[in-house]
T-cell receptor, first 113, second 107 residues
Framework: EAGVVQSPRYKIIEKKQPVAFWCNPISGHNTLYWYRQNLGQGPELLIRYENEEAVDDSQLPKDRFSAERLKGVDSTLKIQPAELGDSAVYLC???????????FGSGTRLTVV | GQSLEQPSEVTAVEGAIVQINCTYQTSGFYGLSWYQQHDGGAPTFLSYNALDGLEETGRFSSFLSRSDSYGYLLLQELQMKDSASYFCDLRDDKIIFGKGTRLHILP
């Protein structure tokens, strides 16, 4: 099966500019996660979807971050406006929702200058 | 609240066995997962424990003791390609990852 697909792979933007990341999960995986990972740290959950419903967005900085998952498949994470501290790798993951692990995409490395 | 603790670094010799520990605090508990991440790569799922005991998958095993709020990942017959960061991931009503353990393997 195809893995979790993310794009772009890399993105460099100036602070205060908007940026968007896209994720296509594994077919049949109803649970989708967005994580942010800073260098030398573990992934930090930003938002978790069950189908099209955001069931945990408690760690999402809602003043500048937004996410959507239309039709319960693809998802987009947006930052507007970006700040220097947003530089990180943004990882998308998906699972069938049953207990166990999930599959990560290759991530988008964001650099804000 | 929730917390996860794992050592920041562990060093072992090629061919040996190494154990990476993870202790946690949580008000509820669903399971503990382990992931491997090579530099520049994405985390890769290794194993999941919801019940006490040992889960074995090839050279990797994971153990859980819910009464001790403790788990570990055991890597046997270490190979140079096992040099990576290893994360434990706690599942209760929330999901949190540990900060990761960097495994260094000496030839």
């Amino acid at each position: 099966e195809a893995g979790v697909v993310q794009s772009p792979r890399y993105k460099i933007i100036e602070k205060k500019q908007p940026v968007a990341f896209w994720c296509n999960p594994i077919s049949g995986h109803n649970t989708l996660y967005w994580y942010r990972q800073n260098l030398g740290q573990g992934p930090e959950l930003l938002i978790r979807y069950e189908n099209e419903e955001a069931v945990d967005d408690s760690q999402l900085p809602k003043d500048r971050f937004s996410a959507e998952r239309l039709k319960g498949v693809d998802s987009t994470l947006k930052i507007q406006p970006a700040e220097l501290g947003d530089s990180a790798v943004y990882l998308c993951a998906s699972s069938r929702g049953a207990p166990g692990g999930y599959t990560f995409g290759s991530g988008t490395r964001l650099t804000v200058v | 609240g929730q917390s996860l603790e794992q050592p920041s670094e562990v060093t072992a010799v090629e061919g040996a066995i190494v154990q990476i520990n993870c202790t946690y605090q949580t008000s509820g508990f669903y399971g503990l997962s382990w992931y491997q991440q090579h530099d520049g790569g994405a985390p890769t799922f290794l194993s999941y424990n919801a019940l006490d005991g040992l889960e074995e998958t090839g050279r990797f095993s994971s153990f859980l003791s819910r009464s001790d709020s403790y788990g570990y990942l055991l890597l046997q017959e270490l190979q140079m390609k096992d040099s990576a960061s290893y994360f434990c991931d706690l599942r209760d009503d929330k999901i949190i990852f540990g900060k990761g353990t960097r495994l260094h393997i000496l030839p």
